[in-house]
């Protein structure tokens, strides 16, 4: 997809290959094995300068938009999928403060996140109203120049590690809507903020998704990102194609690995009795056939997806939508057949395709899910309100 990316692009992408091959590749066993905050990564990708990767340019950072997102997320993620995990809810967040940054937001978040300084995530999932990402049970209150939040978020990746959380509430204005809500910065520290038990996934295990508890937590006035009770332009507008863009990414990401320590398996598996390799098999080649190619669509639905994205194209959002539905079951697909193809060796106990798997297994829950997201595309294409 190289003909996708502009020069200042291709170099950014050059940074996240060395760091992933230098730190975060030799570390993704042990971060998945012991559950592990991907710490080295997210340190090695601050010190290269891609913490500011949609941070605008005259605040000291690269100004990038959604392929820009996909070609560095899916780099981090072919080394390990925790990390590319921890850097694209990094992104996220990052790309819905600067959508509507005062100026006094700018200073505090987004000049220390170009700087690598300053690490970010999003905390919107709540278990009450599960998938349904868009609503929010979390209550605000408005005492002195303060809100005071309530409420419990499940799953907020990096929680524990990052800086700062981009928090989804329902809004304080008693004539609200249901559905309405209002979205808070919480830094880390804040008094009434604590974390409940750490993470312990099936896959995707190196990220601290875990949940935040708000106990009147107190926020000042000023981390309100637009206009309180106007945020559902956020969710469509930015959450929706960063959040669906970065998935995707790193989704990809594990199929492509998959798919490539086949190749590299039936190459090397040679039968002693006949000196055959595996690779020398037509039934499992017509299966790396098939897998291949599926990867190929998936890649190049992803790329197109992210260029109509950036390019403001009207049909972008069906393609940005099923770009993650796809991915998803791509991503299971793959490595399912991966580990067929590959036999004993792939199922030992913490095996890298083994791994692949439980990781690529996250990829249709998290929300919005495949299943929503098809309905959402359907919507779309047939020119229905997609809620
Ligand atoms: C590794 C990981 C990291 C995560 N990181 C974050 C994060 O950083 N921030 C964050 O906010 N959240 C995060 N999440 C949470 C995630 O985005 C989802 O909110 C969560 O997984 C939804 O789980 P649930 O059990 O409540 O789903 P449920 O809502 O109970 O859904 C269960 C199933 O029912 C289906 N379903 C439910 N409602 C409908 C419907 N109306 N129509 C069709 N199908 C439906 C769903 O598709 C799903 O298959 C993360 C999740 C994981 C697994």
Redo the contacts with the bound molecule.
């Keep these: 997809m190289d003909h996708m990316l502009t020069s200042r692009l291709r170099a950014l992408r050059d940074v996240a290959e060395t760091v992933a091959a230098d730190v975060i590749a030799p570390a993704a066993e042990a971060v998945d094995r012991e559950a592990a905050w991907p710490e080295r990564s997210m340190r090695a990708l601050a010190e290269a300068g891609l913490l500011g990767l949609h941070v605008p340019r005259r605040l000291g950072g690269e100004g990038q938009g959604l392929v820009g997102l996909v070609a560095i997320t899916e780099t981090i993620g072919n080394a390990c999928s925790s990390s590319a995990?921890c850097f694209a809810?990094h992104c996220v967040g990052t790309a819905v403060i600067a959508s509507k940054a005062t100026l006094e937001q700018q200073e505090r978040y987004l000049e220390p996140i170009a700087a690598g300084a300053h690490v970010t995530?999003?905390?919107?999932?709540e278990?009450g109203v599960?998938?349904?990402?868009y609503l929010s049970e979390t209550t605000l209150r408005r005492e002195g120049g303060n809100f005071l939040v309530d409420g419990v978020?499940?799953?907020?990746?990096?929680g524990g590690h990052a800086d700062s959380y981009v928090v989804s509430t329902m809004s304080s204005a008693v004539e609200a809507e249901p559905g309405e809500f209002s979205c808070l910065i919480v830094d880390a520290g804040t008094p009434g903020l604590s974390w409940l038990a750490p993470w312990q996934?099936l896959g995707?295990r190196g990220?601290s998704?875990r949940a935040m508890k708000l106990d009147g937590a107190r926020v000042p006035y000023e981390n309100l990102l637009g206009d309180e009770g106007d945020q559902v332009w956020y969710v469509f507008d930015v959450v929706v194609p960063y959040f669906l863009m970065a998935m995707s990414a790193t989704y990809l990401s594990i199929a492509r690995t998959a798919l490539s320590l086949a190749m590299q398996h039936l190459r090397d598996r040679r039968f002693s009795h006949s000196g055959e390799t595996l690779a020398d098999i037509p039934i499992l080649q017509h299966e790396l056939a098939g897998m291949w190619v599926a990867v190929e669509k998936t890649r190049a639905l992803v790329y197109e997806a992210a260029r109509l994205g950036d390019a403001g194209d009207v049909d972008a959002l069906p393609a940005i939508l099923m770009s993650k539905a796809d991915v998803a079951e791509t991503a299971t697909r793959v490595t399912n057949d991966a580990m067929t193809l590959c036999g004993g060796m792939a199922y030992r106990e913490n095996a890298h395709l083994a791994r692949l798997l439980r990781d690529a297994r996250?990829s249709?829950?998290?929300?919005p899910?495949?299943?929503?997201l098809k309905?959402w595309a359907a919507r779309s294409l047939l020119g229905q309100p997609l809620l």
């Design positions: 995990l809810m995530s999003l905390s919107l999932s278990s599960g998938s349904h990402v978020k499940q799953f907020v990746t990096s996934g995707m990220n998704s996250a249709h829950v998290m929300a899910t495949t299943h929503m309905q």
